[in-house]
């Protein structure tokens, strides 16, 4: 029976709950580790480091382990809640007419179902502002670099200085670390030449072997910098989506932290109370350094 | 116990039987003493009733000393109404105003169907209580002698604290999701917590919840709110202990 | 008047029940699930006997009109259940449970009953535990005890103050169990309303479904009455609301005898009355004597000012102080017997010293000052403080009360909105407890064949005073180890009866009877409430069937009930209809039998011309106002024989009581 009991019984549906939130706490982690690199670092180190944090967490192979797993416990945590919020509503048919809930228990933990919908809402446009745009259409630059030089064109007969004019240099980072020269163009008389060629969005090819000679990075810090920059037009209101949807994030935590403990049965009069602290400090400090990123690139960029 | 006399309206939800649709009906009741206790105060008003030749309000109730759990009502939007650590039979009219107008529902639950006005039928308790709350022990007499197992007593107080239960149903009353895992859980705890209701610990645990959610009792979602309307303060620890009991029996249990 | 057959076995007292198990007949476990049980009554008695008679293999039918068998009023038993375990090592023993028991019982109570109590009720506890039920333990892990009035050991075993509770728990869950079985269909929200007799012998009862209203017809090979005690004919008292002796009482209209209806115990601590629309009294466990002082000012304007509010309790100097029962029996303290404590509480009062402002002046103090601190003081100690102060000595007391009687505490402070750590608790005897009820054999077995009755309904331990904490030993004793034999030994003789039909004409007349009163009242079209009624019955009963009892009072309250039973007949107002949930209904039926009990017992304790435990006549006492016996004259149990609702009519008949290995002697407790 115990295969069937796994998966049918109420309290089974709980831990499922409790193990799919605690590992997305986990996710949230990793993920701000990430993001804190936006504000932590800057100019094109910042960039770079961001870029090639992108990279590897899109490429590493336990990171994608990881993140298959980590969009396999979203949707049982959010099927299994509205399971959960399904029969709970079944089990009280009539209302009361009057119910005075505040008394016994938090605004947090009775509204876990709104909380995580509105959260299931942020994630929706979260990832298509920049999951899908990174992993589905690839519609994000690579990053690159333009340098301009002084390229000489002769020598001052008169003089012996060398005569040079300004071309910008274009450059795409690979992967392997180095600046690759892409093109180079003639800003006076707007001819440019190609090194290499893109090809598959990322990959670069030799012109004439047509043989892959390296790769470049998707400049998603840019991409994020632009989102929320003051020189767009919907920045503030993206800002503001973002800072509420933390405040979101935060109450679903102040409940589901130390809650996802006591479904797994681990409430122990010794370790609760920290738990309930841990708990506390994990949905204030996380969220709100989830929000102050985008409200710093506001305010520098 | 200087006492007082006080006037209060009453909105009281009225049923005919369980199929019949019900409502909220409107009562004045003058004169009531602060010192009276709620269900004293409801007698005065069927008093009142019966003398006007009107049908008395009908509710369940016995022991009146906040043991037997008979005692029900979801008074101004809180089991067992506003005071904590009671039954309704235990809440004194000292706790409301002069002029207060106080509300008086049933238990609201699918498995605990109305049977009239504020009555509920709570036999889903005794269900669940028959599918493994017990020891499977014969009652000869003939075991061995009480005192042939030393239980540390922290293991029994724990226990005997998970078993003061009064199985009143103010936990599914409160509940925002109509669950009953505190009544389970401090069930499953009590007899886990002794030796001699481990043996049969996997079974019982799974066996009774088999039964809760054949009953059609909501899921906890932990919002704390049963072990604050408890009126004998049974802890949500115990329903951690039955999640871990639970899991165990789910996982070993071929 | 005819002499009753308690059909004790032969042989010395230790080896009766012994012997009597070895020749009692049985049932071979291949023919029990062709007999029928009905059991009515879900308390320790009942519950406990439905368990094991359905796990011997009876098919057994439960009833109850409780919601759940859980609910039952033994549930509210707080302080303990007594056993003769002697693990204190305080010199216990079966012999002196025994003898504590017969003489608690002023000597009114059957020696062979006794003993047999005594000597299973240490299987009683081995029983509970192997439950699961979690008595309170030492820190090494065993069994704690504490003492109860009437005796010099510990014996009592607990759980905080809820040891009731706890074991019908234990009880409802080995009842459970039958039901999950399938061995035990329980019929709960179920009320009896009558007995079906064939042939002179119980064959099953008429049931009423309280929730749709349905008489029900079920047959039965032997039925058991396990439904209480019936304190509430006082109105006011410590029993549930439901409590009733309405199924004792149609047993007693179908021909079992009565015994004993005087013997009422009056709890000595318990709130005291606060208003008129007061619907019951709560008890303060008896254990709180162990902790507590009882005691009234020294002089009467001390106590005139505390009733007017300008003193308090704490104000009281310690030599201003009366505490009377330390005074009058030095040697028991306020660990007397109930009985002795609640007359002692009385006279105080009666004489003026008493500390309630209610109507009546009644109450005195329960103080735990001394306590608190002398605990205080040992556990400043075991924390290694030789020098407590005054202040941590309090705070430690008020620890040490609070595991121990931590609810009883809160339960006071939530009646009476007063701080009992603070101040003294203010308590009154109150109903309790009734040690009469229907006559039944050594077997348990009711003059009706076949009709066992049990725990409280019967009379048959406790004497004319029960001791605290042996209502729990009794109720269990008899349905775990004594009525599966005796209930057996009946049924052999069953074995080929084969089902009982429901269609007989004792069935159709038994119902029809049911639905004619039920018609009765609902078309009545009085303009009175049942509680009108009931209220008026406890206040006769109260004042004149109380706690003193005289010959004028007890003639007058013979005439008043009479009257009020015609008054009730006439005038009593029934809202609602027969097939539907009716607490009214309920109620009615149920006064209409409180009615007619309150009357047989004023009869009962007026014929009874002596002062003997509960049963205490104004006109026999001594010169102390100690109880006067009459053993000479009145050493018997008077059962009663029901001759029509006017109980003046009842037939007395006496089962004389020897006592073969207790010498007989005047209670003392000084």
Known sequence: MSNSVLFKSSIAKKYFMALTGLFLCTFLVGHLLGNLQLIFKTGEEGRRAFNEYAYFMG??????????????????????????????????????????PKANSGTASRNMAILGTLILVFLATHMANFWWKAKITEEIPLHSLVKTVDYPVGQNPATGEMITKPIEVTHYLNTNGTYQQFKVKDPSTGQEQKLFEIKNKHEFYDLTSHVKIGDG???????????????????????????????????????????????????????MPIIKKVGMAFSIVVPFLFAIIPVIIYMNH | MASKFINITLK????????????????????????????????????????EKQSPIAFD????????????????????????????????????????????????????????????????????????????????????DANAIPIPKADADKAFEAAACIGCGACVASCKNGSAMLFVGAKVSQYALLPQGKVEATDRVLNMVRQMDEEGFGNCTNTGACEIECPKGISIENIARMNREFLKGALTKA | MSKLNSRIPEGPIAEKWTNHKNHMKLVAPNNRPKIDVIVVGTGLAGASAAASLGEMGYNVKAFCFQDSPRRAHSIAAQGGINAAKNYQNDGDSVYRLFYDTIKGGDYRAREANVHRLAEVSG??????????????????????????????????????????????????????????????????????????????????????????????????????????????????????MGSNVSAAWKVHKRGALFANPCYVQIHPTCVPVHGTNQSKLTLMSESLRNSGRIWVPKKKEDAEAIRAGKLKPTQIAEEDRDYYLERRYPAFGNLVPRDVASRAAKERCDAGYGIEANDTNEGVYLDFASEIKSKGKQAAYALGDHDPSEERMIELGKKWIEEKYGNLFQMYQKITDENPYETPMKIYPAVHYTMGGVWVDYNLQSTIEGCFVTGEANFSDHGANRLGASALMQ?????????????????????????????????????????????????????????HFHKR??????????????????????????????????DVYVPGSSDEMNPELEKVMRVADLIELGQLMAVDALHREESCGGHFREEHQDSEGETLRDDENFKYVGAWEYNGSDSKQ?????????????????RNYK
Request: glycine share 8%; hydrophobic share 40%.
């Open chain 1, 59 to 100: 490429h590493n192979l336990f990171i994608k382990v990881l993140s298959y797993t980590t969009y396999i416990a979203l949707i049982v945590h959010a099927v299994d809640g509205i399971m959960l919020t399904i029969q709970n509503k079944k089990a009280r048919p009539v209302k009361y007419a009057y119910n005075n």
């Open chain 1, 217 to 271: 990075y998707k400049d998603l810090h840019t991409v994020v910098m632009t989102f929320f920059s003051k020189e767009n037009s919907s920045a503030l209101f993206g800002v503001i989506f973002y800072v509420i949807s933390m405040l979101v994030l935060g109450y679903h935590l102040w409940h589901g932290f130390a809650s996802a403990f006591q479904s797994l049965g681990l409430n122990h009069p010794l370790y």
């Open chain 2, 12 to 51: 009281i939800w009225r049923q005919k039987n369980s199929k019949a649709k019900g409502a909220l009906e409107t009562y004045t009741l003058n004169d009531v003493s602060t010192d009276s206790s709620f269900l004293e105060m409801l007698d005065q008003l069927n008093e009142q009733l019966i003398n």
């Open chain 2, 61 to 144: 109730h016995d022991c009146r000393e906040g043991i037997c759990g008979m005692c029900s009502l979801y008074i101004n939007g809180r089991a067992h109404g506003p005071d904590t650590g009671i039954t309704t039979c235990q809440l004194h009219m000292r706790m409301f105003k002069d002029g207060d107008t106080i509300y008086v529902e049933p238990w609201r639950s699918r498995a605990f169907p109305i049977i009239k006005d504020l009555m509920v039928d709570r036999s889903a308790f005794d269900r669940i209580q028959q599918a493994g709350g017990f020891v499977s022990v014969n009652t000869s007499g003939r075991t061995m």
């Open chain 3, 123 to 240: 299987n009683i506890i081995d029983q509970c535990v192997a439950q699961g039920v979690p008595f309170a333990r030492e820190y090494g892990g065993l069994l704690d005890n504490r003492s109860f009035g009437g005796t010099q050991v510990q014996r009592t075993f607990y759980a905080a103050g809820q040891t009731g509770q706890q074991l019908l728990l234990g009880a409802y869950s080995a009842l459970s169990r039958q039901i999950g079985l399938g061995r035990v269909k329980m019929y709960h929200r179920h009320e009896m309303m009558d007995l079906v007799k064939i042939d002179g012998k119980a064959r099953g009862i008429i049931a009423r479904n309280l929730v749709t209203g349905e008489l029900e017809r079920h047959s039965a090979h032997a039925v058991v009455i396990a439904s209480g005690g019936y304190g509430n004919v006082y109105f006011l008292s410590t029993n549930a």
């Open chain 3, 475 to 531: 109720g269990l004793a008899d349905g775990y180890f004594v009525l599966p034999y005796t209930v057996s030994d009946y049924l052999a003789n069953e074995i080929r009866t084969g089902k009982i039909a429901t269609d007989s004409p004792e069935f159709d007349a038994a119902e029809n009877e049911v639905k004619e009163t039920i018609d009765r009242f609902l078309n009545n079209n009085g303009s009175k409430s049942v509680d």
């Open chain 3, 537 to 570: 019955l406890g206040l006769i009963m109260w004042n004149k069937v109380g706690m003193g009892r005289s010959e004028q009072g007890l003639k007058q309250a013979i005439e008043e009930i009479g009257l009020l039973r015609e008054e009730f007949y006439k």
């Open chain 3, 650 to 666: 009842s037939t007395l008949h006496k089962e004389d009581l020897n006592y073969e290995f207790i010498k007989i002697a005047a």
